[in-house]
């Protein structure tokens, strides 16, 4: 596991080199059924490798807890939930975030170019007659402009300039097929989008972790057959941890009125309130 503090926010890497068997069933899992994979019964045709995935989903997530925030592993107290994403050619996840949760674990099941699937969800090979979308190609001359895919050369499109000696995806970082990009929406770290995002080019096993508040999307992706990733989304239970924040009081509601001084930070509104009366001493309405 590698993890890389972009901006002040510690982002993991790592690879889970999953059997092809276990890969195929997940696959199956993510296209059939979607979302809640961690709610399964016992006899649930693929149990067994959601049961290994999550297993393993576990262990990932508490050792980065524990390399990236110091939490000591025996107060990991992890919930999570899952669900699965998949695509074909022209697919794409647009920009979000995951409120409501601490962290977010992605696990890339297959990133195209290996399979296809028929109308039961069986996991086929994809065969080279079926890899009809070609990679695109990029111009690289000095005075030309990069063209990739079916877009025709104008004279104003000077969006993707290449110069010789140039190379096309070191220039633009945050562009390619399927490229996994995350953005830290806080306006401190920077005012300018390319330095407040950067790219993953995922492969087969990429797992990436990242706190639930970023920003991430992905391009879309131009190549052959599916695109599969299961995404586990984790909160810490932090009234189960000593020293974590613990759970706000609930306010109750007990009649309280404005009082006319309510914005003097001078005045001790201890007084502001009469019991017997349920009435401010102010004499002021029910806000």
């Excluded at 890389?4 to 696959?27: H, Q």
């Excluded at 110069?163 to 390619?176: Q, T, V």
């Excluded at 970023?214 to 052959?224: A, K, R």
Aim: hydrophobic fraction near 30%; aromatic fraction near 12%.
């Amino acid at each position: 596991m590698k993890i890389t503090n972009y901006w002040p926010t510690p982002i993991s890497e790592s690879v889970i080199n999953l059997s092809e068997e276990c890969r195929k069933a997940l696959i199956r899992v993510v296209c059939k059924y979607g979302e809640n994979i961690f709610v399964y019964s016992d006899d649930h045709a693929e149990a067994q490798y959601i049961k290994e995935f999550e297993g393993i989903a576990q262990q990932v997530i508490s050792a980065y807890l524990t390399e990236a925030y110091n939490i000591p592993k025996e107060d990991h107290h992890i919930s999570a939930r899952a669900f699965g994403n998949h695509q074909i050619y022209g697919g794409r996840t647009y920009p979000h975030y995951h409120n409501g949760y601490d962290g977010i674990m992605a696990h890339y099941l297959t990133v195209g170019e290996e399979f296809k699937l028929n109308d039961n969800y069986d996991v086929l090979p994809l065969d080279e007659a079926e890899k009809i979308y070609k990679k695109p190609s990029s111009v690289e001359r000095q005075g030309y402009y990069a063209i990739q895919g079916n877009t025709k050369f104008r004279e104003t499109s000077k969006v993707h300039a290449v110069n010789e000696g140039e190379n096309y995806m070191e220039k633009f970082p945050l562009s390619g097929s399927g490229q996994f990009i995350i953005c830290d929406p806080r306006t401190g770290v920077s005012d300018v989008f390319s330095k407040k995002a950067i790219a993953f080019k995922p492969k087969v096993g990429t797992t990436l972790i990242h706190p639930g508040y970023l920003w991430h999307e992905t391009n879309q992706f131009t190549g052959n057959g599916l695109r599969a990733i299961i995404v586990t989304m984790f909160n810490i239970k932090t009234d189960e941890v000593w020293y974590a924040p613990k759970p706000t009081k609930e306010f109750k509601d007990k009649g309280w009125r404005a009082c006319s001084h309510i914005n003097d930070p001078m005045v001790n509104h201890g007084n502001c309130w009469d019991g017997s009366t349920k009435r401010g001493t102010s004499g002021n309405e029910i806000l």
